[in-house]
């Protein structure tokens, strides 16, 4: 296992909005935040067996009592990898303690899910996720929005699509980030990578994490990225009652219009997910990991 590892993800609050009719305004439905955060999540209990890391995601029950999920006095979700077990070397799997979390609630066109982080774990063979699909279908037949995902050193993140068959990015809408794929239905996805810093990595614990958000709408599914001083304004001073805008937010990293994929139709209402694993078919595949400036043990 790698020597320097950052395993913590804290969460200050999730606002989840609905569009209102004939508004540009978008309102509070749900929020996950402080004493009752991980009331609106189902926990994984099983091993990673959708990327294969080295990791058993625990049930409600262990992570409460391994201390791997809890709410700290200053009112942050902490979801954390465990770093205090000395695995044994030999066994046949290693699997270290996660956590996986899905939201028991979907949500559909017309929300905006904002996310406000203050540390996304980082580290060689370390594999965080944000991201969104539709649980009721198997995967990917009901779509997957990756809104934050990056591996081992980088330092920036990417945003990605999967779909089935069908489904191509188009750039036909602005967007600060640089498309790397446009095919949806590919292994790897369509993938926006982002131009700014800060967004991934020591980077962005550094400048006291930031803000991600989504936005779900027929016409372009977007995604933002702002570093904690460039939060929008609207953003820094929301409450559990303000409406959001996004007229102000400027251009997205990522943004996804209907020109070459029928958006309503690949997307379906997606649940969240949020999870850390080690190493497993991206951040563990040998070529890539090499790759990197990870170190390699034997
Ligand atoms: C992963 O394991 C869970 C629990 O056994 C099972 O319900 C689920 O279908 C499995 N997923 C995959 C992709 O195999
Ligand atoms: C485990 O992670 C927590 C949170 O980042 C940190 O405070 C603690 O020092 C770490 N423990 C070890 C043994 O690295
Ligand atoms: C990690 O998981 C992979 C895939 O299940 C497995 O092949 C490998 O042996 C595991 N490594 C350890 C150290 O358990
Ligand atoms: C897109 O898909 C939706 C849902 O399947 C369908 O109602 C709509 O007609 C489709 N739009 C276009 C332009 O094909």
Not at 36 to 41: A, V
Not at 152 to 173: F, W, Y
């Given at each position: 296992?790698?020597?320097?590892?950052?395993?913590?993800?804290?969460?200050?609050?999730?606002?989840?909005?609905?569009?209102?009719?004939?508004?540009?305004?978008?309102?509070?439905?749900?929020?996950?935040?402080?004493?009752?955060?991980?009331?609106?999540?189902?926990?994984?209990?099983?091993?990673?067996?959708?990327?294969?890391?080295?990791?058993?995601?625990?049930?409600?029950?262990?992570?409460?009592?391994?201390?791997?999920?809890?709410?700290?006095?200053?009112?942050?979700?902490?979801?954390?990898?465990?770093?205090?077990?000395?695995?044994?070397?030999?066994?046949?799997?290693?699997?270290?303690?996660?956590?996986?979390?899905?939201?028991?609630?979907?949500?559909?066109?017309?929300?905006?899910?904002?996310?406000?982080?203050?540390?996304?774990?980082?580290?060689?063979?370390?594999?965080?996720?944000?991201?969104?699909?539709?649980?009721?279908?198997?995967?990917?037949?009901a779509g997957e929005?990756?809104?934050?995902?990056?591996?081992?050193?980088?330092?920036?993140?990417?945003?990605?699509?999967?779909t089935?068959?069908?489904?191509?990015?188009?750039?036909?809408?602005?967007?600060?980030?640089?498309?790397?794929?446009?095919?949806?239905?590919?292994?790897?996805?369509?993938?926006?990578?982002?131009?700014?810093?800060?967004?991934?990595?020591?980077?962005?614990?550094?400048?006291?994490?930031?803000?991600?958000?989504?936005?779900?709408?027929?016409?372009?599914?977007?995604?933002?990225?702002?570093?904690?001083?460039?939060?929008?304004?609207?953003?820094?001073?929301?409450?559990?009652?303000?409406?959001?805008?996004?007229?102000?937010?400027?251009?997205?990293?990522?943004?996804?219009?209907?020109?070459?994929?029928?958006?309503?139709?690949y997307f379906?209402?997606?649940?969240?997910?949020?999870?850390?694993?080690?190493?497993?078919?991206?951040?563990?595949?040998?070529?890539?990991?090499?790759?990197?400036?990870?170190?390699?043990?034997?």
């Amino acid at each position: 296992m790698p020597a320097r590892l950052s395993h913590v993800a804290a969460l200050a609050l999730y606002f989840i909005l609905n569009a209102l009719p004939c508004l540009a305004a978008y309102v509070p439905l749900r929020q996950y935040e402080g004493s009752t955060f991980f009331d609106g999540w189902a926990y994984y209990g099983n091993v990673d067996n959708t990327t294969w890391g080295n990791v058993t995601y625990l049930d409600r029950a262990d992570a409460t009592s391994k201390r791997l999920t809890y709410v700290n006095d200053a009112g942050n979700a902490i979801v954390q990898v465990d770093n205090t077990t000395t695995l044994v070397r030999n066994a046949d799997v290693v699997n270290r303690d996660s956590i996986r979390l899905t939201s028991l609630d979907s949500y559909g066109m017309g929300s905006l899910i904002v996310m406000d982080a203050l540390h996304i774990p980082y580290g060689c063979s370390v594999w965080p996720a944000f991201w969104t699909y539709g649980i009721e279908k198997e995967w990917p037949e009901a779509g997957e929005i990756d809104i934050i995902e990056a591996i081992n050193d980088m330092e920036r993140n990417q945003v990605a699509l999967h779909t089935i068959p069908g489904c191509s990015k188009a750039d036909t809408l602005p967007q600060s980030g640089r498309t790397l794929e446009t095919d949806c239905s590919t292994n790897r996805g369509c993938i926006v990578a982002e131009s700014k810093p800060n967004s991934f990595g020591p980077g962005f614990s550094e400048a006291g994490g930031g803000v991600y958000a989504l936005l779900l709408e027929p016409t372009s599914i977007n995604v933002w990225f702002f570093s904690r001083a460039d939060i929008p304004s609207n953003i820094a001073s929301a409450s559990r009652t303000s409406s959001l805008d996004i007229e102000s937010w400027g251009t997205p990293t990522a943004a996804y219009p209907p020109t070459r994929c029928n958006l309503t139709q690949y997307f379906p209402p997606q649940n969240l997910i949020l999870l850390t694993t080690l190493c497993g078919v991206w951040a563990g595949n040998p070529s890539i990991y090499r790759a990197s400036s990870c170190p390699v043990r034997r």
